[in-house]
């Protein structure tokens, strides 16, 4: 029983501790998400686009058995609502 009034300095102090701890990991969040956000320090590097990628070609075009499948896996997915109105193909 003599101990207990520096135990409950220790618990006193060390709440206190992590109190002040966890303030801290708050507030240098808070400042890192304002950094990134104004992003005035290390702006976005604006990608030049490839000489492959002016060229302007026409999308291949998907054919009729190809269509009617993804109509058929959409329908029934779907329960009848979908509806596909674009089919391209990604390279």
Excluded: R
Aim: net charge positive.
């Amino acid at each position: 029983m003599e101990n207990l009034p520096e135990a409950f300095k220790l618990l006193v102090v060390g709440m206190l501790t992590v109190f002040c701890i966890l303030l801290i990991v708050i507030y240098f969040g808070k400042l890192l998400i304002a950094l990134v956000k104004v992003n005035k320090y290390a702006p976005e590097e604006v990608a030049k686009p490839a000489k492959a990628a002016l060229k302007s070609t026409p999308a291949a075009a998907v054919d009729q058995q190809t269509m009617s499948i993804i109509q058929a896996a959409v329908s029934q997915l779907t329960g009848g609502k979908g509806k596909v109105s674009k089919v391209e193909k990604v390279n």
